[in-house]
């Protein structure tokens, strides 16, 4: 892969945030926490607003709009932020930062990020990559739920009920969502919903089984993945007060 | 006129009037649509037509700078249904909360018009029903031709037939010039709400710190009479910074007085403090520079178990959330605050 600079180190102040446009184009933020260096996607997930007018504290970056908060080091949500930040690894030669690649769809996941890299590898192992075309219908109601998806990119629409009587029940469009969780479940149940690609999409494709045995192996990701997915339920079922 | 409304959780369904805004045709039918000034400038009410017709009401709302077009983006709060409607809104929606209130249109008169300063107006609007709403809670206000604007209550009381405001002038405002041009005791305005996420509950079990810039005020003062009520100052501390230029901006400080439990500081920011405000108000005390940096300088090491109330001039307000964030380093959920200036 081509080197893509990011920008000059001096340019990051100790502490501090800089929007810069990578060669190639990309746009990033790069928070310099203490001598380390982080990159994510320039705008905050909730309403495009830059994150570089954020607030930095070294190790909590805050877009100063409505407060969303993530944890420098993983992009992880904190606080009321609802999804977490795509990151992008920095490498730092000399007094040059550059790209270091980009971060898959499980790493910036909203169930996986931030897991030991081990585990992730596992889970990635099991990962298959489908790209559909828009108006694909991934499952129905009543289909086994025996695998789980976790989005890359395009967006996936899901719908209530059957035939004509149906309502809608969302749509998913982040990289990193997962959907189709019914497959984590105890007693593999059935999907409750049908869902379709509103837009060309890729997607990883993961058997729930396989993925509760790779984390049977790794007990504090597992709780941790089991903790999210619980959150995750609870946003969907909950009314206003849960969020 | 039927509205579905596709949220990334799920699906509603409700009826708009003909005319009516989308946003509050919405929340009148307790759907906790995203918002947050209501009026036009925020950006926060976005949503993407899917099919139907919407008509602009206000082409030229500052918060269109935050929507595409090109992209069937529209400002839910200012647009109406001209057909039935399929939305998409790119947020997680849900019923508003059991025994929350319902926003609704409601009119009354306005009563008790009186200067507060030179630029401050207050009055009560006496509504023609009883209405509820949460301490910190706003309104729409409107009048003939003049579009609604945003203003937070003063006072609290369940089931009350009078709102309280403070308008303060501004030269680009078109409701406070309208309000300023002429006696209006006894006029007509229609109202809506209540709105407004940075309520105040005695259930909260937290000392508050409210820092108020100018008329920003109105909402802690709305605030303290509910805290008033239930007691609160006996079991918690309550702080309040009121932020002016000069005592001359200053109102509301009798009222201020009668909460001798609540620690009440005036922050003056364009000159010393005169000897006749410490004469004058007692149970008051003043601070010399901006109203942040007052509540910084005086709040250090006394932010445990803290929920704080922000409300002003969006400049104060982005310092004084930069100081929560930054110095007394409070969780997110403990900043409360609405943008609606």
Same mark, same amino acid.
């Given at each position: 892969?081509?080197?893509?600079?990011?920008?000059?180190?001096?340019?990051?102040?100790?502490?501090?945030?800089?929007?810069?446009?990578?060669?190639?184009?990309?746009?990033?933020?790069?928070?310099?926490?203490?001598?380390?260096?982080?990159?994510?996607?320039?705008?905050?997930?909730?309403?495009?607003?830059?994150?570089?007018?954020?607030?930095?504290?070294?190790?909590?970056?805050?877009?100063?709009?409505?407060?969303?908060?993530?944890?420098?080091?993983?992009?992880?949500?904190?606080?009321?932020?609802?999804?977490?930040?795509?990151?992008?690894?920095?490498?730092?030669?000399?007094?040059? =930062?550059?790209?270091?690649?980009?971060?898959?769809? =499980?790493?910036?996941?909203?169930?996986?990020?931030?897991?030991?890299?081990?585990?992730?590898?596992?889970?990635?192992?099991?990962?298959?990559?489908?790209?559909?075309?828009?108006?694909?219908?991934?499952?129905?109601?009543?289909?086994?739920?025996?695998?789980?998806?976790?989005?890359?990119?395009?967006?996936?629409?899901?719908?209530?009920?059957?035939?004509?009587?149906?309502?809608?029940?969302?749509?998913?469009?982040?990289?990193?969502?997962?959907?189709?969780?019914?497959?984590?479940?105890?007693?593999?149940?059935?999907?409750?919903?049908?869902?379709?690609?509103?837009?060309?999409?890729?997607?990883?494709?993961?058997?729930?089984?396989?993925?509760?045995?790779?984390?049977?192996? !790794?007990?504090?990701?597992?709780?941790?993945?089991?903790?999210?997915?619980?959150?995750?339920?609870?946003?969907?079922?909950?009314?206003?007060?849960?969020? | 006129?039927?509205?579905?409304?596709?949220?990334?959780?799920?699906?509603?369904?409700?009826?708009?009037?003909?005319?009516?805004?989308?946003?509050?045709?919405?929340?009148?039918?307790?759907? !906790?649509?995203?918002?947050?000034?209501?009026?036009? @400038?925020?950006?926060?009410?976005?949503?993407? =037509?899917?099919?139907?017709?919407?008509?602009?009401?206000?082409?030229?709302?500052?918060?269109?700078?935050?929507?595409?077009?090109?992209?069937?983006?529209?400002?839910?709060?200012?647009?109406?249904?001209?057909?039935?409607?399929?939305?998409?809104?790119?947020?997680?929606?849900?019923?508003?909360?059991?025994?929350?209130?319902?926003?609704? @249109?409601?009119?009354?008169?306005?009563?008790?018009?009186?200067?507060?300063?030179?630029?401050?107006?207050?009055?009560?609007?006496?509504?023609?029903?009883?209405?509820?709403?949460?301490?910190?809670?706003?309104?729409?206000?409107?009048?003939?031709?003049?579009?609604?604007?945003?203003?937070?209550?003063?006072?609290?009381?369940?089931?009350?037939?009078?709102?309280?405001?403070?308008?303060?002038?501004?030269?680009?405002?078109?409701?406070?010039?309208?309000?300023?041009?002429?006696?209006?005791?006894?006029?007509?305005?229609?109202?809506?709400?209540?709105?407004?996420?940075? @309520?105040?509950?005695?259930? =909260?079990?937290?000392?508050?710190?409210?820092?108020?810039?100018?008329?920003?005020?109105?909402?802690?003062?709305?605030?303290?009479?509910?805290?008033?009520?239930?007691?609160?100052?006996?079991?918690?501390?309550?702080?309040?910074?009121?932020?002016?230029?000069?005592?001359?901006?200053?109102?509301?400080?009798?009222?201020?007085?009668?909460?001798?439990?609540?620690?009440?500081?005036?922050?003056?920011?364009?000159?010393?403090?005169?000897?006749?405000?410490?004469?004058?108000?007692?149970?008051?005390?003043?601070?010399?520079?901006?109203?942040?940096?007052?509540?910084?300088?005086?709040?250090?090491?006394?932010?445990?178990?803290?929920?704080?109330?922000?409300?002003?001039?969006?400049?104060?307000?982005?310092?004084?959330?930069?100081?929560?964030?930054?110095?007394?380093?409070? @969780?997110?959920?403990?900043?409360?605050?609405?943008?609606?200036?």
């Amino acid at each position: 892969m081509a080197k893509h600079l990011v920008c000059r180190v001096a340019d990051v102040p100790e502490n501090g945030l800089r929007e810069c446009e990578a060669e190639g184009g990309l746009k990033l933020v790069v928070a310099n926490a203490g001598g380390e260096f982080f990159g994510f996607q320039a705008v905050c997930p909730h309403q495009d607003v830059p994150l570089c007018e954020g607030l930095f504290d070294g190790s909590t970056l805050t877009c100063h709009m409505h407060l969303w908060q993530w944890d420098v080091r993983t992009g992880a949500p904190l606080g009321i932020a609802e999804t977490p930040l795509q990151r992008y690894p920095i490498a730092r030669e000399g007094d040059a =930062l550059y790209l270091g690649g980009e971060s898959t769809a =499980l790493d910036v996941g909203e169930l996986f990020n931030g897991l030991a890299a081990g585990t992730l590898q596992k889970l990635t192992g099991l990962a298959k990559r489908e790209n559909h075309p828009a108006g694909a219908v991934l499952y129905r109601p009543g289909d086994p739920a025996e695998d789980f998806f976790v989005l890359d990119s395009g967006r996936v629409e899901f719908l209530i009920g059957r035939g004509d009587r149906t309502s809608p029940g969302g749509f998913m469009l982040k990289k990193g969502e997962v959907f189709g969780w019914a497959a984590l479940l105890e007693g593999t149940p059935a999907r409750i919903a049908s869902a379709r690609c509103l837009e060309a999409s890729s997607l990883l494709r993961i058997n729930g089984r396989a993925a509760l045995r790779v984390l049977e192996g !790794d007990p504090a990701a597992g709780f941790t993945v089991m903790r999210r997915l619980a959150a995750l339920i609870a946003r969907y079922l909950a009314s206003s007060g849960a969020r | 006129m039927r509205i579905q409304v596709n949220a990334r959780n799920r699906g509603f369904e409700f009826d708009a009037l003909p005319g009516e805004r989308v946003l509050y045709a919405g929340l009148r039918a307790g759907i !906790d649509l995203p918002y947050e000034c209501a009026t036009g @400038t925020c950006g926060t009410c976005k949503a993407k =037509l899917l099919s139907g017709r919407v008509q602009d009401r206000w082409p030229d709302a500052p918060g269109r700078k935050l929507v595409k077009p090109q992209a069937s983006e529209f400002l839910m709060c200012q647009c109406a249904a001209e057909e039935a409607l399929t939305l998409e809104v790119s947020k997680f929606v849900y019923p508003v909360e059991p025994g929350a209130c319902v926003p609704q @249109t409601c009119s009354g008169t306005l009563r008790n018009v009186r200067a507060l300063t030179h630029d401050v107006i207050g009055f009560a609007l006496e509504l023609d029903r009883p209405r509820d709403f949460d301490a910190g809670q706003f309104v729409l206000l409107a009048t003939d031709g003049i579009a609604y604007r945003a203003y937070s209550m003063c006072n609290y009381q369940r089931g009350g037939r009078n709102l309280d405001f403070v308008v303060k002038r501004k030269a680009d405002g078109a409701f406070s010039e309208w309000l300023f041009g002429a006696n209006r005791e006894g006029a007509r305005l229609e109202a809506f709400g209540p709105l407004g996420k940075a @309520t105040f509950e005695p259930a =909260l079990g937290k000392n508050l710190l409210c820092i108020a810039g100018g008329s920003g005020l109105a909402g802690m003062m709305s605030i303290l009479a509910r805290a008033t009520e239930a007691r609160y100052f006996e079991r918690y501390k309550v702080w309040v910074f009121f932020g002016i230029r000069t005592l001359r901006d200053a109102f509301f400080l009798r009222e201020l007085s009668s909460y001798p439990k609540a620690e009440i500081t005036v922050a003056l920011s364009e000159e010393d403090v005169p000897e006749e405000a410490i004469q004058a108000w007692p149970s008051l005390k003043f601070e010399k520079g901006l109203v942040h940096e007052v509540a910084k300088r005086k709040m250090a090491g006394k932010y445990q178990n803290v929920r704080a109330y922000v409300a002003g001039p969006p400049p104060a307000v982005d310092a004084a959330i930069r100081v929560l964030l930054l110095d007394a380093k409070l @969780t997110t959920d403990n900043i409360r605050y609405d943008k609606f200036s």
